[in-house]
């Protein structure tokens, strides 16, 4: 049950390169990663590519294929027919080091520049007490495996440079909507979802959920969330009002 | 500016491929569909506006509901009140129209949908989006945006008079078609409300302790539940809405008429 694919991958160092064509074994089961694989082992030795689990856990093999972003490890070959040409590119919207293996510092950046999480000064570890319904929420969020293809395919970055120094993102505004929702945090992200992190430029068209692996529902379960949290601070005065009638301190109830 | 879109040295280290998208699927499918269908919408709603058949006893055409003007017939009137007097002789439609429209053009789907429809922004997932610069939501005029939840409370209004509407109409005329119609719409427009994502937030989405919440907490997962589904009821309430306004007005105007009508 094997056949002869062609494939087209982005060859190139920095952003200089272009797309070669190749044809290649393909076997019954296999996945993308394979024949990437196989292309090193038989054509293209100095071929890079990023992965190690081959099971989709731990987030390196990001990567375009025909034009979306995916899991090399988890994309199967029996999705495309026999006579499709397949192409294989580097993730668009960070730096490339060499082949399909960008540079995803500016992620590593973005996760900085987040406060940790915050427990109350006189609580100590060990004596946290959070009831299953308070987490729940966030341990959706902890399904990620740092694949970093929302922030990839995010339009706001990945067509605008320019907006990078001002967007986390929606890997790490899902981050600060996490820590938000979190019982036991206690720094008060709204402000800074929006005037630091760029919350408002996103503009809910979800394809950081569309191509999530872990299956999040980015869009729904946190950016929204975290957008309706920065309204009741920033812009809806009868929130505003209610907070200094009952002397509510707003953030965390 | 130094670091600007396709030129900046930072923007040159990325894979230099010309192609907007590399996609091979029918990307363009979702925003082309969308964009037809809710043309549609607009220029049958523009129309509704200004067709003056929406009422035909016991049928009120739900884009002019509720009537609030002496123009309307005495019947039509919502309690049998007219608080905008005589002076207003425009469609009634217009008194009210603002505060629907507004809770659609607000809501965090339709957001999504005609700013990749109508505004290409991106028009699909990985497929560049032509405009030069964007700002999103975080300034004026999308900025706006963030008041959708006060058109969510007027919209709770809106759907429970199109409910009280439906049941006058099952109360005068329990076997016509338009009384089922008119009942099955004012469900529609009710779960499409129910499920809006501010409504989520409302009910116990901005709480961080829900366990100190039982009820709210209650109606939050109730709530969740149907906001995994906005999207489809967003676009059937709207399929509804629709069919319902103009079934109503064909019959006032006549043109369907038979005995269950
Ligand atoms: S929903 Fe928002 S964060 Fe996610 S890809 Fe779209 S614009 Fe970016
Ligand atoms: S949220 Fe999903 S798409 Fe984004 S980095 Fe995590 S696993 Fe990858
Ligand atoms: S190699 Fe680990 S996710 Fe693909
Ligand atoms: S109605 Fe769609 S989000 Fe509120």
Redesign the interface.
């Known amino acids: 049950m094997s056949y002869k694919a062609k494939f087209r991958v982005?060859r190139?160092e920095?952003?200089?390169?272009r797309?070669e064509d190749f044809t290649v074994e393909v076997n019954e089961g296999e996945v993308v990663l394979d024949i990437i694989h196989r292309l090193q082992a038989t054509q293209a030795p100095d071929l890079a590519v990023r992965w190690n689990c081959k099971a989709g856990k731990c987030g390196s093999c990001s990567m375009?294929i025909?034009?979306?972003?995916r899991l090399g490890c988890m994309t199967r070959m029996s999705t495309f027919t026999e006579d499709?040409t397949i192409?294989v590119?580097?993730m668009?919207?960070?730096?490339?080091i060499k082949d399909l293996v960008t540079?995803v510092s500016f992620n590593y950046q973005k996760a900085r520049e987040i406060p940790s999480f915050t427990p109350p000064a006189d609580v100590k570890p060990g004596e946290y007490r959070m009831?299953q319904?308070?987490v729940e929420?966030s341990q959706e969020f902890r399904k990620c495996i740092e694949c970093f293809m929302c922030n990839n395919?995010c339009?706001?970055i990945?067509?605008?440079?320019?907006?990078?120094p001002g967007f986390a993102g929606p890997r790490f505004l899902m981050r600060i909507a996490e820590l938000?929702?979190?019982?036991y945090d206690v720094v008060d992200r709204k402000d800074a979802a929006?005037e630091e992190h760029?919350l408002?430029?996103?503009?809910?068209?979800?394809?950081c959920t569309?191509?999530c692996p872990e299956h999040i529902k980015i869009t729904?379960n946190a950016l929204?969330?975290m957008?309706?949290?920065?309204?009741?601070r920033?812009?809806?005065p009868l929130v505003w009002l209610g907070n200094k009638i009952f002397k509510r301190s707003g953030s965390?109830? | 500016?130094t670091?600007?879109?396709a030129d900046?040295p930072?923007?040159?280290?990325?894979?230099?491929?010309k192609e907007r998208?590399?996609?091979?699927?029918q990307w363009w499918r979702y925003p082309l569909v969308t964009f037809i269908i809710f043309t549609a919408f607009l220029v049958y709603a523009t129309w509704a506006i200004f067709d003056m058949d929406y009422f035909v006893s016991p049928y009120h055409a739900p884009f002019a509901s509720p009537c609030l003007a002496t123009s309307c017939p005495e019947e039509a009137r919502l309690f049998g009140l007219a608080p905008f007097g005589d002076w207003y002789t425009w469609p009634p439609g217009i008194l009210i129209l603002g505060l629907p429209a507004g809770f659609r053009f607000t809501c965090?789907y339709y957001?999504?949908a005609y700013?990749?429809g109508f505004w290409l922004?991106?028009p699909a997932?990985?497929?560049?989006?032509p405009?030069r610069?964007?700002?999103?939501?975080?300034?004026f005029p999308?900025?706006l945006q963030?008041?959708?939840?006060y058109f969510f409370y007027a919209a709770i209004v809106i759907g429970l008079i199109l409910a009280y509407d439906a049941v006058l109409a099952l109360v005068h005329k329990p076997a016509g078609l338009g009384t089922w119609i008119l009942i099955a719409n004012a469900i529609l427009i009710n779960l499409y409300t129910l499920s809006c994502?501010?409504c989520?937030?409302i009910t116990a989405?901005?709480?961080?302790?829900?366990?100190r919440h039982p009820v709210r907490?209650k109606a939050w997962t109730v709530v969740s539940k149907l906001?995994?589904k906005h999207q489809e009821l967003a676009l059937v309430s709207m399929f509804s809405v629709m069919g319902a306004d103009l079934y109503v007005r064909l019959v006032a105007k006549g043109i369907v008429s038979f005995p269950f009508a």
């Not at chain 1, 920095?14 to 390169?17: A, F, I, L, P, R």
């Not at chain 1, 025909?66 to 972003?69: C, D, F, L, T």
């Not at chain 2, 998208?21 to 699927?25: A, E, F, G, P, S």
């Not at chain 2, 610069?133 to 300034?139: A, L, P, Q």
Request: net charge positive; aromatic share 8%.
């Open positions: 982005w190139g920095g952003g200089e390169g797309l375009e025909n034009g979306k972003p499709e192409t590119t580097p668009r919207t960070f730096p490339v540079d009831q319904i308070d929420r395919v339009h706001v990945r067509d605008h440079e320019e907006n990078k938000d929702m979190h019982p929006q760029g408002g430029y996103c503009n809910i068209t979800k394809c569309e191509v729904d929204i969330p957008k309706e949290r920065v309204v009741d920033k812009y809806d965390k109830s | 500016m670091q600007t879109a900046s930072a923007r040159r280290q990325r894979a230099q491929i998208t590399l996609r091979t699927d965090y957001r999504k700013y990749r922004s991106p997932c990985a497929v560049g989006e405009h610069t964007y700002t999103g939501e975080s300034r999308l900025i963030n008041v959708h939840r994502h501010s989520r937030h989405g901005r709480l961080t302790h829900f366990s907490y906001n995994a």
